[in-house]
């Protein structure tokens, strides 16, 4: 059993930098693919970044390329997704995921956390 709760959601300015933090409860959480997902209004969830249980592959949508990075820290239990050069497109609920799955199939994991709002202003 996983919990997970993101932060670090806000208001910026294009251009600008925010770091979403998802803090994740349990014992397995070294064992699970993490990753984010995000919802902007009218539009379907959609996969943004993912990283494997062993942090060493990353994944990315094209549209965050060299744009985001994503991380863990398994001593704080944590994934981290750093977003830079923000872009009013950007504007979304951010979801965090987890799950014993693949990074690449982290839409079916068993575990969301609630999100946290992102907007970008032009």
């Known amino acids: 059993q996983v919990q997970l709760v993101e932060s670090g959601g806000g208001l910026v300015q294009a251009g600008g930098s925010l770091r979403l933090s998802c803090a994740a409860s349990g014992r397995t959480f070294s064992s699970y693919a993490m990753g984010w997902f995000r919802q902007a209004p009218g539009k379907e969830r959609e996969f943004v970044a993912a990283?494997?249980?062993?942090?060493?592959?990353?994944y990315y949508a094209d549209s965050v390329k060299g744009r985001f990075t994503i991380s863990r820290d398994y001593a704080k239990n944590t994934v981290n997704l750093q977003m830079n050069s923000l872009k009013p497109e950007d504007t979304a609920v951010y979801y965090c995921?987890?799950?014993?799955?693949?990074?690449?199939?982290?839409?079916?994991?068993?575990?969301w956390g609630q999100g946290t709002q992102v907007t970008v202003s032009s």
């Open positions: 990283i494997s249980w062993s942090g060493g592959s990353t």
């Open positions: 995921a987890a799950g014993a799955v693949l990074p690449t199939d982290l839409s079916k994991g068993d575990y």
